[in-house]
């Protein structure tokens, strides 16, 4: 039996607003940048809301975690600049100890509120058994927490009643989008904004600085998920699990 081809993404006049939620500075150039360039280029206004600040990350600095952080925020600044994304939110999240709590959906859950996405883009809660390093326990973790604060927190009025003093009010979220997953079932074409994704890439210097093999890495990738969706030779993708809610 034949395998079937994923989707392939077009313009949805009814995605004006997205929200990307991820567990650190640098996961979401390497997940989804390209897509988001192109949702962007269309018009979509796109938010992120980052859980931590990486002041952990894997660099062999010397830096406090303070100082870390606060150079992993600017390097996730400039990255959303080159996409096209200027609203940043940084939860502050212990770098390495996220944990699925309560308080965590609250505080993504405000973040929807606030920007009402019609879009949310998340990692996927699942292990990906073929890509190891894409299950790291905190982006496992944040992908489980977005989904709970999708459903139900965001939309309800009676979870976490608190927010509906400081005036966030309940908002439904259709899609999701979890990026990495095992499973795909829809690409994004990126071949138009792959400089973009490799532009956004290069500004996290403190962490892929000096890797002369991160293009390389990158293209592989986007290839393989072109090729899954039967796109045409020298096509560039990036794959999602599509969850309505």
């Not at 988001?36 to 062999?60: F, K, N, P, R």
């Not at 406090?64 to 992993?72: H, Y």
């Not at 604060?149 to 005036?167: I, K, Q, T």
Request: with cysteine.
């Amino acid at each position: 039996m034949s395998k079937k081809k994923l989707a392939l993404f077009r313009a949805d006049p009814d995605i004006r607003r997205a929200l990307v939620v991820v567990a650190h500075p640098d996961d979401v150039d390497f997940g989804t940048a390209g897509t988001i360039a192109t949702l962007t280029a269309q018009g979509v206004d796109v938010a992120y809301c980052l859980v931590t600040s990486g002041d952990a990350g894997g660099d062999e600095s010397t830096l406090t975690n303070d100082e870390r952080a606060a150079l992993r925020e600017h390097e996730q600044r400039a990255a959303a600049h080159e996409v096209g994304v200027s609203d940043l939110t940084f939860l502050g999240y212990p770098d390495g100890k996220v944990e699925v709590t309560l308080d965590l959906r609250r505080d993504i859950a405000r973040v929807i509120r606030r920007h009402q996405p019609d879009l949310v883009i998340a990692q996927s809660p699942e292990r990906n058994w073929e890509r190891i390093f894409a299950s790291h326990p905190d982006h496992l973790a944040a992908g489980e927490a977005t989904l709970r604060a999708v459903y139900p927190d965001a939309r309800n009025p009676h979870a976490f009643p608190e927010l509906l003093d400081f005036g966030y009010l309940p908002h439904r979220v259709p899609t999701v989008w979890l990026a990495s997953s095992a499973s795909p079932t829809m690409v994004v074409d990126i071949t138009d904004t792959f400089d973009k994704k490799m532009a956004a890439l290069s500004r996290h210097e403190s962490q892929v600085g000096g890797r002369d093999d991160l293009e390389e890495m990158v293209r592989h990738w986007a290839r393989r998920s072109a090729k899954a969706a039967g796109l045409g030779k020298g096509r560039l993708a990036e794959g999602f699990r599509v969850v309505n809610t």
